[in-house]
């Protein structure tokens, strides 16, 4: 059956209001619709095809007040008017097999959308108040799914399937979509608008704050009939603009292709050798995903006072739209909503996540106002890779070709200093389901220059964040109240009391190494080398005087448990010697013997162990069983001195101390040390030890009695 279709349609206007008691609104006209097909045989071919044609025109939003009777007051354009068409190839079964049953392309055009201040309120409040209330209070089931280790991999080498289409699987669906453009302009200090106003108002370019741009945005989307699914998109252009008409920036874009000057238009914005952003997303029919994207060619330049006033524009909006907490009136109370584990259980198919950026550029600005300002140029090129699946969860990273520059904006080639050479930063994490935690960094050869000119550029750019902080009063505060804290009486150090603890925590510090299977947290930082030069400058030269080189090893273990700190430094300082033309040592290195010298090192070892009492006041603790006092000052008398005839021989065999083998704090507060050694020559010297404490005690007491 055919069936030809020509349908026009005016569709509706439809008004959201903020909500009940507010005259805001936002406006959506829908625009008009247009429907035409025509259908006709295929050429060269006996099966019919669908050509449907679809056409959306003058589709706009705007936000207006409204009166007594629902009367639109005065309004503003947020999107101002834009078309969609879209053109619908069906193939008319019965068809051949290598025929595509639907093709779709599409076409916007130009986006242009206004917002201000106001706009963005009303626009958060309609999403707060109108459209998504918040009025239960959801309890959701944070129970971890239980995942069966008996299906886990041991190996933390398991490779991510990669997402690969069936070539023999038919297409479904092929779609393509092209966006001529999306302009996004930001304004603010406007007027408000009048309930008894009428009409559209337009805004004013002294209003503006910032304008984003996106050209030639292009997607394309493949479906096939065993559920595989592939995406891509592309970005030619993007840039970000300021358009403040007092501000001081003499480089008004902040975001722009590079190549391109900071103040001038490209010429042709649709017409580029390689887009800016591309992007790809690849489902196969096991449910493995591959995402891809790349970022090439883009230079930010930083201004810290527009990027300030852009955060208060978005700040101050989301503040006025943000609803007061409400009570939930509900009569059965607050709704407990239980999920099941099977919902945030790991899906099926494995994730694969890889991106590379590729010759960004990011500027640092000493001075905005001036073209001729000295700048910091960081250059950089990276790698990123993020595999997830059921066994494993890995994340690699990787910059190459790292390096800073320092010169004048308008003169960079003339001008240009090295401060960074070239280097490699890699980075790694790895989290299996053992919860064992791998986290690595590794830094080749680093070697930065620093001038003054570099140095006073830092200072310019500090001083330049220092002017935007927000400066808080000095003085006593009006609103303090009278009460105070006593600083006089006497009180406990501790809120609560040590715990008791018990005979098998007595030898629980250990500050041996962990063994493999005792790590669930390693963090790994190595660098090869980092070397800073500090040169002066002499005419447009630059005269190295000071060099200083490092290594750092680090490795840190069990962090969020019982911390386990390796950490290792060298260090080699030269200053150099006009007169005699040669480096000599700032630092002097370590002889290890004639003619053998290594650099001066320092090593660091810190671990995180149970505390215990400092004075022992546990009951458990036999060893002190009364404190004697004298002159007001408390001492501890330990139980082996029970008897009053100040023998210095008169022990008891249960009273010996032995030794567990174990350096432990237990061992300065507990009378009981469980003896696991035999050896003859350790007891002979506890023994020792004892008798000496006996006669340390004994000789207190005489002296006591005697001054009595």
Not at 256 to 270: L, V, W
Not at 285 to 304: K, P, Q, T, V, W
Not at 525 to 554: A, F, N, W, Y
Request: net charge negative; hydrophobic share 35%; proline share 5%.
């Amino acid at each position: 059956m055919r069936i030809n279709l020509n349908i026009n349609i005016r569709a509706p206007v439809i008004l959201i209001p903020q909500s009940f008691h507010s005259p805001d609104t936002l406006v959506v006209h829908l625009g008009d619709l247009i429907i035409k097909n025509t259908i006709k045989m295929a050429t060269n071919s006996n099966y019919l095809i669908d050509f449907m044609n679809v056409s959306l025109n003058s589709v706009q939003i705007s936000r207006a007040t409204t009166g007594a009777h629902q009367v639109l007051g005065s309004r503003r354009l947020i999107v101002e008017p834009v078309s969609l068409h879209v053109d619908i190839t069906r193939a008319v079964a019965p068809f051949p097999s290598d025929v595509i049953p639907f093709d779709i392309t599409g076409r916007l055009e130009n986006i242009k959308v206004n917002i201000g201040e106001d706009d963005l309120v009303i626009i958060f409040a309609v999403l707060n108040e109108n459209l998504f209330p918040v009025s239960e209070q959801v309890v959701l089931d944070k129970t971890p799914p239980v995942i069966d280790d008996s299906s886990v991999s041991q190996d933390s080498d398991v490779t991510v399937t990669t997402a690969t289409i069936d070539a023999q699987s038919s297409i479904n669906i092929k779609m393509a979509f092209v966006m001529e453009g999306m302009e996004i302009e930001l304004f603010t200090n406007e007027p408000r608008l009048r309930k008894n106003g009428q009409g559209l108002l337009l805004r004013e370019e002294q209003d503006g704050l910032s304008r984003f741009q996106l050209h030639e945005v292009e997607g394309n989307a493949t479906f096939y009939e065993n559920g595989s699914i592939q995406l891509s998109a592309s970005i030619h252009c993007i840039s970000l603009e300021d358009i403040r008409w007092s501000s001081p920036l003499a480089i008004k874009r902040l975001i722009h292709q590079s190549g391109q000057s900071g103040n001038k238009e490209p010429k042709d914005k649709s017409v580029h050798a390689l887009p800016m952003v591309t992007i790809s997303f690849t489902k196969d029919s096991a449910g493995n995903r591959n995402l891809d994207f790349a970022l090439e060619g883009m230079r930010i330049n930083i201004f810290i006072h527009y990027l300030l006033a852009v955060y208060n524009f978005l700040s101050s909006s989301i503040a006025k739209a943000t609803p007061a907490t409400k009570v939930s009136t509900s009569p059965t109370g607050p709704l407990n909503r239980q999920v099941s584990n099977e919902a945030s259980s790991p899906s099926k198919g494995s994730l694969k996540i890889t991106g590379r950026l590729k010759k960004p550029e990011v500027v640092l600005f000493a001075d905005p106002t001036s073209q001729n300002s000295q700048v910091l140029v960081l250059q950089v090129e990276g790698d990123l890779n993020y595999q997830q699946s059921s066994t494993i969860d890995k994340l690699e990273a990787k910059l190459q070709q790292i390096q800073i520059f320092s010169c004048i904006y308008s003169q960079a080639l003339r001008t240009a200093y090295q401060v960074l050479d070239p280097c490699m930063l890699n980075f790694h994490r790895t989290l299996n389901r053992q919860s064992v935690e791998e986290i690595g960094v590794n830094l080749s050869s680093v070697r930065t220059r620093i001038s003054p000119r570099v140095v006073f550029m830092i200072q310019d750019i500090v001083h330049g964040l220092r002017a935007f902080t927000v400066k808080t009063p000095k003085g006593p505060s009006m609103t303090s109240d009278d009460s105070r804290e006593d600083m006089w009486t006497p009180k406990p150090i501790f809120t609560t009391a040590f715990p008791k603890r018990k005979e098998s925590d007595q030898t629980q510090v250990d500050f041996s190494p962990l063994d493999a299977q005792q790590i669930k947290q390693k963090l790994t930082i190595e660098t090869k080398q980092i070397q800073l030069t500090l040169d002066i400058e002499q005419g447009s030269d630059h005269v190295p005087m000071l060099c200083v080189r490092s290594k750092v090893e680090s490795v840190l273990t069990n962090w969020s448990t019982m911390m386990n700190l390796k950490f290792e430094v060298s260090a080699e300082a030269w200053l150099y010697n006009e007169r005699l033309t040669t480096w000599e040592p700032l630092i002097e290195p370590v002889m290890e013997k004639e003619g053998v010298y290594r650099p001066w090192e320092l090593l660091v070892r810190m671990c995180q162990a149970p505390s215990q009492p400092i004075t022992c006041t546990n009951e458990s603790d036999l060893a002190f069983e009364s404190c004697d006092q004298h002159d007001g000052a408390p001492r501890l008398i330990p139980q082996i001195l029970g008897s009053d005839s100040g023998s210095e021989t008169d022990s008891s065999p249960d009273d010996e101390l032995e030794w567990d083998g174990n350096y432990s704090s237990s061992l300065l507060s507990s009378g009981k040390l469980v003896s696991k050694i035999n050896d003859s020559g350790i007891e002979v010297l506890f023994f020792a030890l004892q008798h000496i404490n006996l006669n340390y005690w004994n000789n207190i007491r005489r002296i006591r009695n005697h001054m009595i």
